[in-house]
Structure formats: C-alpha cells, structure tokens
C-alpha cells in the first residue's frame, strides 16, 4: 500500500505536493511570525518615540515661549515700577497686575501641557488692550515719559504668544497690529514724544522680529504634521501588510488541508477493490466536497471558539461514515471550548487517523476492534484517541514520502499548539492519540 501510495501521489499534483510541502515546512514559523504581528497590532502598536512629532513640537514651543515670558517680565519689572507713580493708581497695579498673571498662567499652562492656547490668547488680547490705553491712564497724558513704555519689553513676548494661540492667518495681523500700536503710542508724550523714525524702527523691529518666531513655529508644526502624516501611514501599511501576510499564511493552509483531503480520496478511489474500499472512497469524496466548500466560506476570527462537544459529534459523525466501525468511548465536556482553528485541525487529524486504520490495520481485527476514545486531560484541554488491534507496523520505518502520518497528522496538530504520541507493533495494532494542547501549556480559557 506504501508504494501504491507513493506512486499515485506524486503523478497527480506534484508541484502542488512539492509547493505544499515547503510550506508545511515553514508553517510554524510563519504562524509564529504571523502572531507575534498581530498581537502587537491587536494589543495596541506602541508608536516608535518619535522627536519631532506635533505634539512635542508643541510642547517645545509653549516652554520655550513661556520662558522667554518669564525672562522678558523680569526685565521690564524695574521700569514697570520705576513709571508707577506716573500712572492713575488703580491702573498703574492692575495692568502690571493683569500681565504677570497672565505670563505666570502660561508657565502653568505649558508645563502641565493644559490650555496652553487659553493663556497665551488671553496674554496676547490682554497686551493689546494695555496697548490701547496706556495714553489715557497717566496722571499727565501731556507729560512727556523719559524713556520707553515698560510695554515695549513685552511686545516679543505677546507677537509670541499670538503665533502659538491664534490662526495662521491672525497671528501674521497681530504682528502687525501689536508693533504699529506701540509706534503710535511711542510718538505720544505719554510714551516718550519719540520722533516718528524712531517710532518706525521700534516698531519695525518688533514686527520683523514677530514675523520671524511665526514663521519658525510655523514651520516646525507643518513639519511636524509631515512627519506624523508620514509616520501614520508607514503604520497603516505595516497592518496592512501582516493581515495580508496572514491571509496568505491562512490560504495556504487551507489549501494545504484540502490538497491532503483530495489526495487521500484519490488514493482510496485508486485502491478500491471491493464493495467496502468503495464506500470508504464515498465518505472520503464526502469529506473532501464539506472542506472545499468550507474552504470558500469567510474563515472564522481567531478569538471564535467552538464547545468540545460539538467537535465530538463532528468526529463520531465521519466515524460513522466510515466502511469499519468504531467503538466511542467519550466523556461531556461542556465546559471546554477549543479555538476553531484549533478544532478544525483536531477533526481533520482525526479523520486521517481513522482512515488510517481502515486503510492499513487489515482484517484480522480482534476485540475490542477499532476504538475512538475523547476526554479531557490535565492541561485542561482534549484528547483524541484512536486505537486498533489490527496488523500494526514499525514508526521508524515509516517512509518519508507518506504524507498522511507525518503531515495529515503530526504537523497539523503540532501547528495549533498540541502534539500527537504514536504506539504501534507489528502484530499488536496501533494507537494514536491527540493532545490539545501539548503537555506543559494550559488551554486558553
């Protein structure tokens, strides 16, 4: 039968059995690889620090401009103080006041990473209104300042905060509209009768140097989007790429599986010389025909589990069709339920067992003949067991080229996690017997 087996394998398919058997070489570490991906993906992909991202570029800029604040503060406080008693009283505190509270809400804002945008908005609108009425709020608007408006060491700080909290758009407007303000002001007498070129420098320079810190956070956020962008869709297409690897690794698989189903038919239908080789052939056609069209159907999500028991009614079924009876011995289970894939290798390894039997263990069957025995074992899992009293033979003479005990069974239990013990001598029959999972491990709950 060994050589039957041999010679009408390779003549059907073989570059499909070559093809099949590589990848069945390759299937655990695919497996491996393919899960390793997917529960990095399904766990959450933990993005790669990245050191110009948005959100770190921002967090850079509102310290930065906040201690550019704090520093700017510090400098205008002696002439802040040095022009209070020339202001009304109530606003020459309240101003300064109103400021300092804002500068310091921005020290707080930037370094907890919260309402950052808040403050320094508040920061730019409340220098803007300073702006506006620090000619009507002198004790002597006529009087002339000696010096500059303690403003004027804030205006950096405001054109600043404006390009962090406002749109593009108002923040370029306020860099205009805070340094023309102060020009004006400038020339008043309250802001120290400057003649109106030095006015337009002060003012100038301010503004170029307003454009100046928006065009560089602007810059740095537009790079920042780029490279998030970027970074998003390298990910994107890293998932993509493992669900189709997977697909792959499931297609072959599946094809694997059906490719040993049809061959296994092929070779019963060859061998068929009487009645009962006929009616094995049958149900093994049957078989084969339930697997191609499952094959076509949406394959199941890994996490999908399927009860024990239903998986025992599968097996006593396909005993059942089988030409030599099966004796079941089983035990419920109801509390066990197996991943499909899982379940789906279980059954199929089952049947090429049984078939196996059928096939080889001869006639001179004696009791207790052919026995299909399922229970739970001490990993908490299953256990399949099929055992014949028939003719028997020696494991380590089995050749290579017989794919249904090495590949139909060992490999495509071994490939979901459990492991297939084989007990036979000439003459005294045979036992094969499946454990889900393999020793040592512990069914998934």
């Not at 609108?125 to 002339?144: C, K, T």
């Not at 096939?359 to 009791?367: K, R, S, Y």
Request: a negative charge.
């Amino acid at each position: 039968m060994a050589a039957a087996e041999s010679s009408a394998a390779l003549p059907l398919r073989l570059p499909r059995a070559e093809r099949g058997t590589q990848d069945r070489n390759a299937r655990s570490a695919g497996d491996t690889a393919t899960l390793g991906m997917d529960s990095d993906l399904i766990a959450g992909p933990t993005q790669p620090r990245n050191p110009i991202s948005r959100t770190r570029i921002e967090t850079v800029v509102s310290r930065s401009v906040a201690g550019v604040g704090v520093i700017f503060s510090l400098q205008a406080l002696p002439i802040m103080l040095a022009q209070v008693p020339l202001r009304l009283p109530v606003m020459a505190v309240a101003m300064p006041l109103a400021l300092a509270l804002g500068v310091g809400a921005v020290v707080i804002a930037a370094v907890s990473k919260v309402g950052v945008r808040v403050t320094t908005g508040t920061v730019a609108v409340v220098y803007l209104a300073a702006l506006l009425g620090w000619p009507f709020l002198m004790l002597d608007p006529s009087a002339v300042l000696d010096g500059k408006p303690w403003l004027w060491y804030l205006c950096t700080v405001a054109t600043a905060c404006a390009a962090v909290s406002f749109p593009l758009v108002w923040a370029a407007i306020y860099t205009f509209l805070a340094p023309i303000v102060y020009g004006i002001v400038r020339t008043q007498p309250s802001g120290g009768g400057a003649d109106v070129l030095l006015a337009s420098l002060d003012a100038a320079y301010a503004t170029i140097l307003g454009q100046v810190i928006l065009i560089i956070i602007f810059m740095l956020r537009q790079t920042a989007a780029a490279v998030d962008a970027a970074q998003t869709n390298a990910l994107h297409q890293y998932a993509t790429a493992v669900r189709q690897h997977a697909t792959e690794v499931e297609r072959v698989q599946v094809d694997s599986i059906v490719h040993d189903s049809v061959l296994a038919t092929f070779l019963a239908a060859a061998a068929a010389g009487s009645p009962k080789a006929a009616q094995l052939a049958s149900g093994m056609a049957s078989d084969a025909l339930t697997r191609l069209n499952d094959a076509a159907m949406v394959p199941a999500g890994e996490d999908s589990l399927v009860p024990f028991n239903a998986l025992s009614v599968r097996i006593r079924e396909a005993a059942d069709r089988l030409a030599a009876p099966f004796t079941v011995l089983e035990c419920e289970i109801d509390t066990l339920s197996l991943p499909v894939h899982a379940s789906d290798a279980l059954f199929a390894a089952s049947v090429q067992a049984m078939v196996n039997s059928v096939q080889h263990a001869g006639d001179g069957i004696v009791e207790p003949g052919r026995t299909l025995t399922m229970r739970a074992n001490a990993q908490g899992g299953c256990t399949i067991e099929i055992a014949d009293t028939g003719v028997g033979f020696d494991p380590e003479q089995v050749p290579s080229e017989r794919l249904g005990l090495r590949l139909s069974i060992q490999e495509r239990v071994a490939s979901v996690g459990g492991s297939v013990q084989i007990r036979s001598e000439i003459g005294r029959g045979t036992t094969i017997t499946l454990a889900w999972p393999t020793e040592g491990e512990v069914a998934p709950a």
